[in-house]
């Protein structure tokens, strides 16, 4: 199942809408997660012209219900438990904190979560944590072409990745495209334990 990755979009602002560019990064996807901070429902909306649609609610996200949008989302996918939240500030803490914290003591093998609108993918204590960031505002800059993210599960394998949309003429993309591949890391463990 392929997965497009999306949080703090915040519009309408200076844009209106979407970047088309979100739209062909996700072109071919099963399912849209949005982190949060969606701020209209109309971006659900054009989200789920590409693919079905859910949302975790930012903290900027209130006045108004959809059935799409949870406090945090749950997911089983292949076997793998994914939780989405918007905010885990300091996403750094200790997984066991987060855990507590954020997610009522459940365990999750991926979390998904928002708020930064910086892209992170980490994998610790056996769970990969994916943030990635956001397409319209990256690192809390003005506006301009940020990032989205991409989880591919199947039975075995977990790949995750963030990836910018491009560069907006006159506002660098101050974003790091990131990869994981949770089959390879699993080799590399297996390889280095037999030296």
Known sequence: MRIGLLTDT??????????????????????????????????LDWLEEIAPTLASRGNNDMGWDDPRVKDTQWLDVEGVRIAMVHDMEPETRPIAELRERHLAGEHADIIVTGHTHVERLEYRDDVLQINSGSPIHPHLWSTRLGTIGMLEIERDSV????????????????ACECHFDLHAHREALLLSSRD
């Open 159 to 174: 790949v995750a990745r963030v990836s910018k949309l491009g560069e907006t003429p006159e506002r660098r993309n101050p």
């Open 10 to 43: 915040h519009l309408p602002g200076e844009r209106r809408a979407l970047w088309d560019e979100v739209r062909d990064a996700f072109e071919g996807v099963d399912l849209i997660l949005h982190g949060g901070d969606i701020v209209m429902p109309s971006v």
